[in-house]
């Protein structure tokens, strides 16, 4: 039997997580496709068997004939999570070997590949480098690997030595499977490389990848699942050239997506890609400086998502990514000044939000979030336009949708989270318009919620941040009302929240620029209230803190606050020590200057 265990009760036990025993010698002895079929066949969960007898009798056809054959093996997180079930102790160490098992996993692969084929018959050959090639592609491999920071040099150049396999992969008698698997294997490698800022080869992954799809269409092997495994490379490829800023590179891309997309596609794309295409079409020609092209863009993108709801009233993922759509044009519209498309766009997108709460209410959370995004940005838009009162309606509307959220699921973080962002909006709106008693009960009312997040979830330096994003509302709240010893305090919390973060290898020089502006906020509150030693003492915390970049501007303030206390010692010890930075170096000139006088 293939769940064979030492007894009958290892047997189920088997059974019931699907474990196949692959050791038994007439299982072992079958060949790779026809164990993918069996596997795929005693599949615990029905949802990933065979849908019927005559999807089988199919796929053991396709294998008769020498023909791929449709199912897959389940992936190697699949596998080690069935692992894990059955060997509960061995969860204890798999997370902290991950990585470490990708390099060495990758290094094999590679080794196999690399292997002398001349020791071999050709199909051998061949047949071994499908199977280890095949196997980089595993989504943990992939997964484990995006975590780029972890990598060694040796690792990353793996990486660069995988994209050349592929690159050498031989195109034999089943060309179209061969030129398939080569497209494939160098986007992912492409993937990879570009999130651990090996751009030039990910760029060059990503090329050859293309490359592989044009010869398939050199050799008229082209059909629309191919055509849409190519529209896919080439989305990925134009939105890593976006992000490294080689917008140029990036506009023939998203054309020939645009393009692709209007083609027989297999699957079939979704009703909202051709608007989400022209809305990366518009960024990148505004990124390009031609704006009537990018702005043609944008309002076609929104055209089309609208006409995508209207066509499917009733799918909410169509709902949502129109409105998806909908928010990065209206950021580029904020990007461009231009405030009444923003506020017609904003509004549309909170209308749209708001009635989609009541056809979906299966989903009506996610919608009230969007909402409430939407409504920020339009408050912001209407205060920016001259209407500051408007402004302030809308902030109060966002805040009881906000409130609404955490009512109906008190536990969740993004209903938290929406409300400590919607509180410290309706306080800004208050405070813009002279109200300041009410802007400060909802600054308090943010930071007891961003407190409850941070208390629940220590480990999570988002709350953390959150929070310290609250407690500088509040400094900001307590200076404009005349209290500058309550804004140093929040000022206080903040750099005492930060310090544990400051030491972090990944997140440690965010949580240093965070805490370094908020000392020297606080030399500021200090520094107007005519306190010149104590603003000293702040910005020598901001120095020890800053990243490197930012200290040279810290030690020029310092100097000067020194200056203005009469500590002409600190003075010039803060201006030779800034001395040397190039952006700096004229102020510290100055500051040793007026010391000498």
Not at 24 to 30: D, F, G, S, V
Not at 59 to 73: C, E, K, S, V, Y
Not at 107 to 120: F, N
Request: with cysteine; net charge neutral; glycine share 8%.
């Amino acid at each position: 039997p293939p769940h064979q265990g030492r007894g009958v009760v290892e047997s189920l036990a088997r059974a019931a997580v699907g474990a196949v025993d692959w050791s038994i010698p007439a299982i072992a002895r079958l060949p790779r496709h026809l164990r993918t079929v069996v596997e795929r066949s005693l599949e615990r969960d029905p949802a990933h068997r065979y849908r019927s007898a005559a999807e089988l009798a199919d796929d053991l056809d396709r294998f008769i004939l020498g023909r791929p054959i449709l199912a897959r093996r389940c992936g190697a997180v699949v596998r080690l999570w069935r692992r894990l079930r059955r060997h509960p102790r061995l969860a204890i160490v798999a997370g902290g070997a991950g990585v470490g098992l990708a390099a060495a996993r990758l290094a094999v692969v590679l080794q196999a590949v690399r292997m002398d084929s001349a020791a071999r018959s050709g199909a051998a050959a061949k047949a071994l480098a499908r199977d280890a090639t095949a196997r980089l592609t595993d989504e943990s491999v992939q997964r484990l690997l995006a975590q780029g920071a972890a990598l060694d040099e040796g690792s990353r150049n793996l990486l660069v030595e995988a994209r050349d396999a592929y690159l050498r992969w031989p195109v034999g008698d089943d060309a179209r499977a061969d030129l398939a698997l080569r497209a494939r294997g160098l986007r992912e490698v492409a993937r990879v490389l570009g999130r651990i800022d090996r751009h030039g080869d990910a760029k060059e992954a990503f090329a050859a990848s293309r490359a592989a799809h044009d010869e398939l269409a050199r050799r008229g092997l082209v059909d629309p699942a191919l055509r849409a495994a190519r529209l896919d490379g080439v989305m990925e490829e134009y939105r890593f050239l976006i992000e490294t800023r080689h917008f140029a590179d990036a506009e023939p891309l998203v054309a020939e997506a645009i393009d692709l997309a209007a083609l027989p596609l297999e699957p079939p794309p979704g009703p909202t890609l051709a608007s989400s295409l022209l809305c990366d079409r518009g960024f990148v020609l505004g990124a390009l400086g031609r704006r009537e092209q990018a702005d043609a863009a944008f309002r076609a993108a929104a055209e089309s998502a609208a006409e995508a709801c209207d066509d499917f009233p009733d799918d909410p993922s169509v709902a949502m990514d129109a409105l998806a759509v909908l928010w990065n044009v209206g950021i580029c519209a904020e990007n461009a000044g231009r405030r009444a498309e923003q506020v017609a766009l904003c509004g549309d997108l909170v209308e749209r939000s708001v009635a989609a709460m009541q056809r979906f209410p299966d989903r009506a959370d996610d919608f009230r979030q969007a909402a409430i995004r939407g409504l920020h940005k339009l408050a912001d838009a209407e205060f920016f336009s001259g209407e500051p009162e408007v402004s302030l309606a809308t902030a109060r509307r966002a805040a009881a949708l906000a409130r609404e959220s955490f009512g109906a699921a008190p536990g969740h973080p993004s209903a938290r989270g929406a409300i400590v962002e919607s509180a410290i909006r309706e306080s800004r709106a208050a405070s813009r318009i002279g109200r300041a008693a009410e802007a400060a009960a909802l600054v308090a009312e943010a930071v007891g919620h961003a407190e409850a997040m941070a208390a629940e979830e220590p480990a999570l330096f988002f709350h953390c941040k959150r929070l310290a994003f609250a407690l500088r509302e509040l400094a900001i709240n307590r200076d404009r009302c005349g209290s500058p010893a309550e804004a140093v305090a929040a000022h206080a919390r903040i750099h005492a929240l930060l310090a544990p973060w400051c030491e972090s290898p990944d997140l440690g020089d965010t949580a240093r620029a965070w805490s370094a502006s908020s000392c020297g906020e606080a030399a500021d509150v200090l520094r107007r209230s005519g306190d010149h030693a104590g603003a000293v003492e702040w910005l020598e915390k901001a120095v020890g803190v800053a990243v490197p970049a930012r200290r040279a501007a810290f030690l020029v303030t310092l100097a000067d606050s020194a200056l203005a206390g009469g500590d002409y010692e600190r003075a010039r010890a803060a201006a030779l020590a800034a001395l040397d930075d190039p952006a700096a170096g004229a102020d510290a000139l100055r500051i040793l200057e007026l010391v000498g006088n």
